[in-house]
Each structure stands twice: as C-alpha cells, then as structure tokens.
C-alpha cells in the first residue's frame, strides 16, 4: 500500500534543448510503496523526465527531491547508489558477457571497494566480489533466470534480455524503480510475467515505481495513481479510472476533443 509520504516529489521541472520546449514546470508526487504510471503520446517528455531524475540530462528550472534529498546537484554516478534503478528503453546489455556478469555489474555500483584496493585485489575485494555473486544469483532465481547464468545475453530472446536488464536495475536493491516501457516487444505471455512481476516488486520487495509505458492495459492495472503529459506538461493526475474518463487524455491519445468517449 503506498505510504502518504513521497518518495520522489518533482517540482516544477522545465527543460528546453535550444529553442524546444521539453518539459514545462511538470509537478507531481511519488508515494513510498505505490506504482506510479507516467503516460503520454510520443514526444510528450516522459524520458526526458526520466533522463533528469537519472541526471542524464540538465533541467533548467524546477527540484528534484528523492527521500528527502535534492537530486539537483547530484551527479550521475551518485544515482544508483542514492537508491535509484532504471531499465531502458533500447537494451542496454553487453552482450557477449554472461546473464550472471551482466547483473553484477548493477550490483557493483553499490560496492564499497576504491579503485587501489580493487586494483591490488586485498582480501576485502574478493569478500565484496563474493556477496555481489551471491546477490546476483538471488536475484535471477527470483526473477526465474538462474538457468540462464552462464549463457552470453546476447544468445537470448528479446524477452528474455529484457528480464536481465530487470534484474540488472534489481539487484541493487533500489528504493525507487524506473521502468522505462518494460513491456515494449514482448508477446502476451511475457506481457502477463511482467505485471506479476510489478506487483511483486511492489508488494513483495516493497520496492516503489515510476512506469512509463505505451501498453495501456499494463498502466492500468498495476498503477496506483497515473501522470499523464502531453507536449512537455502536465495534462491530467489520478487513480486509473479517474485517467481513463479524462477529457484532456482522451484528446491527447485520440486527436480530437472528447464527446463522451473514455480512453
């Protein structure tokens, strides 16, 4: 059950590259234990959102404020390790590398190792490298890959790579989840996996997420309450069926003012 205390509270954020407007002082709360939707027509600014909280990208006016912290001068190698995780829209994998390799590596951002000592291999690295295989070999079982391990993700279907980078974000052990279109390119069935598994990370890891997604039914049912943006701003908030009957959504998706229709 989401907490009324937020995690993520967006203030006001406007971004422009050039003379293009991105984002116009979008506002909006995240609830500690809820799944937050962010929806919109392409272009609307959703991962521009996304590449500001992960700081990818620089906003020009607005706070940012994650567990009580400002984001706004945080660097970009601090995020993960803030408790932030994402996946991404296009794989980011590498793909000669096993299944088990490429989840470690988002385990290793919050390591405690410096540069000397992992150089010089000290016995508190391999203790670290240790608990980090073992964390990335939980979080496969859970997320049903342990058979996967060793094999190179590159071998694997789409669906399947698409899991890895899940777990990747995971094994961190985020207070925050961005799942940037998690479901795009999967068939039915994994489309099914994938809702129990948002659920999951919300009820059973107690993980909070932030989902943008183009997969209508999935917003709809495993999100708590729903952002909705068109041309960089903030066009419509609240629960699923509050979205759905909204006037300004169903302009934004069907091209055309609504005469009684929902979304």
């Known amino acids: 059950m989401a907490g009324s205390d937020p995690l993520l509270s967006v203030r006001g954020i406007t971004v422009r590259f050039g003379g293009v407007l991105a984002l116009e002082a979008v506002s909006f709360d995240v609830s500690r234990g809820g799944v937050c939707g962010l929806i919109g027509p392409n272009g609307a600014g959703k991962t521009t959102l996304f590449n500001c909280l992960s700081r990818l990208y ?7 404020h994650f567990d009580g912290q400002s984001l706004d001068a945080t660097p970009v190698h601090r995020v993960a390790d803030l408790g932030i995780g994402r996946t991404f829209q296009n794989l980011a994998m590498f793909g000669t590398m096993s299944v088990e390799q490429n989840v470690m590596v988002g385990a290793h951002c919050r390591t405690r190792a410096g540069f000397g000592s992992s150089a010089l291999r000290l016995p508190s690295v391999a203790r670290e490298e240790v608990r980090v295989r073992e964390r990335a070999r939980e979080t496969l079982a859970w997320l049903g890959l342990d058979a996967h391990a060793d094999r190179p993700v590159g071998d694997l279907p789409f669906g399947l790579q ?35 598994t948002i659920r999951d990370i919300r009820d059973r890891r107690g993980i909070t997420v932030l989902l943008v997604e183009h997969q209508m039914s999935l917003v709809m049912s495993v999100s708590d309450r729903i952002v909705a943006l068109n041309f960089g701003r903030k066009i419509a908030e609240g629960t699923p069926a509050e979205i759905q009957a909204h006037p300004a959504v169903i302009e934004a998706y069907l091209g055309a003012p609504a005469h009684g229709q929902t979304a």
Do not use: C, F, I, T
């Open 58 to 64: 620089r906003y020009q006016e607005g706070e940012l």
């Open 162 to 196: 698409k899991r890895v980078e899940l777990a990747r974000a995971m094994v961190s052990d985020p207070k925050l989840l961005l799942l940037d279109e998690p479901a795009a390119g999967l068939n039915h069935e994994e489309l099914s996996s994938l809702e129990r």
